[in-house]
């Protein structure tokens, strides 16, 4: 799993070196932007949401609420669901079925 992630950061590295200086027209007027107005944005969004997708959202655990079963999500995953308040849309790993999955409150620290 940390080797993905590695690969992503390698990946957003290489892409920021090839961002090269661009013309803007906003409606009748050319502006120059340098490459890093366009590469930082990116790269701290980027950080803040892998750090927030692995970090905070894929520690918590979730209650599945056909068979009431808790699982841990996994970060990609959670990520990319749909949510609702803490509700998020999962597969449950024991029972297979997508439903909006409650938070288990009891793993919280
Ligand atoms: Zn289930």
Not at 8 to 36: E, H, P, R
Not at 84 to 104: A, E, I, Q, T, V
Request: net charge positive.
């Amino acid at each position: 799993m940390k080797k993905k992630r590695y690969v992503l950061c390698a990946l957003l590295c290489i892409l920021t070196l090839l961002l090269s200086s661009c013309t803007v027209n906003w409606f009748d007027k050319q502006y120059d932007v340098a490459w890093w107005v366009i590469a930082i944005p990116v790269t701290v969004w980027t950080l803040a949401w892998l750090i927030g997708g692995s970090c905070y959202i894929a520690s918590k655990k979730y209650i599945c609420p056909t068979c009431t079963r808790s699982f841990s999500p996994k970060w990609y995953r959670a990520m990319f669901s749909i949510h609702m308040n803490d509700d998020r849309l999962f597969k449950c790993p024991y029972c297979g079925k997508r439903s909006f999955c409650r938070l288990d409150r009891g793993s919280e620290d």
